[in-house]
């Protein structure tokens, strides 16, 4: 007998595993929150810690596809959704932020324009 499993809207597959991709905001993946995710059987909570990462992804034990002894978990990976438009007063906080952020998120590609690319 031959099965076949057909695609489902929200979630992948990774043998029993289920995967799904959660949009976050900023503010969600700086500060850290609480996000409601659909499983199979139902809505849970996932804590999101703070300074997340977008593509970071966040196991939730035992809520991916049933079998015999165990079932899978869910694979939930986070992407920050950027706004496509943002009011002026959107946009002055986030200059704001922008000016007071001192952190490189790219040192090393900084320090490889630095040198002139050269190793």
């Known amino acids: 007998m031959v099965v076949h499993v057909a695609e489902h809207a929200l979630f992948g597959r990774k043998g029993d595993d289920l995967t799904l991709t959660v949009p976050i905001t900023f503010a969600e993946a700086a500060l850290g929150a609480t996000v409601t995710v659909p499983t199979l059987d139902g809505a849970v909570s996932l804590k999101v810690p703070a300074g ?6 966040l196991r939730v034990r035992g809520r991916g596809v049933p079998g015999k002894l165990r079932s899978g978990d869910l694979l939930v990976t986070v992407e920050i959704a950027v706004p496509v438009r943002l009011t002026p007063d959107q946009r002055k906080v986030v200059e704001t932020l922008a000016e007071k952020m001192d952190e490189d998120p790219r040192p090393q590609i900084t320090a490889a324009v630095t040198a002139g690319g050269q190793r």
């Open 52 to 57: 997340t990462a977008s593509g970071r992804t």
